[in-house]
């Protein structure tokens, strides 16, 4: 099964919602057991949480920061990135064609 970057781009729901302020920009691309894949792909602000999973993130373009448990990682494409389950991160200083895999295990 191949997931490629610009047919997840296509596929963003970009409708506005109150939880995300300015849309949700990611979609679940695959699940299998505990394992799920993300395509995420923020505008502007990264409004995300703590998670209940370990996850992975694989940088498929742009540049950035990533700052997790406070600690400020800067970013390029190529990159990936452990975060471990319920450790505060979000993105920040983010290029506007950013976009990341993001694998919840």
């Known amino acids: 099964m191949k997931f490629i970057v610009d047919e997840f781009l296509e596929k963003l729901p970009l409708?506005?919602?109150?939880?995300?302020?300015?849309?949700?920009?990611?979609?679940?691309?695959?699940?299998?057991?505990?394992?799920?894949?993300?395509?995420?792909?923020?505008?502007s602000k990264d409004y995300q949480t703590p998670h209940d999973e370990d996850e992975f993130y694989f940088i498929a373009r742009g540049t950035g920061v990533l700052v997790i448990d406070?600690?400020?990682?800067?970013?390029?494409?190529?990159?990936?990135?452990?975060?471990?389950?319920?450790?505060?991160?979000?993105?920040?200083?983010?290029?506007?064609?950013?976009?990341t895999w993001v694998v919840f295990f």
């Open 15 to 43: 409708a506005a919602n109150e939880k995300w302020k300015d849309g949700v920009w990611f979609i679940e691309s695959f699940k299998k057991d505990n394992v799920k894949l993300e395509f995420f792909a923020p505008e």
């Open 70 to 99: 406070g600690k400020a990682n800067t970013f390029v494409a190529g990159d990936a990135f452990f975060v471990p389950a319920k450790v505060p991160h979000h993105f920040e200083n983010f290029s506007d064609d950013f976009a």
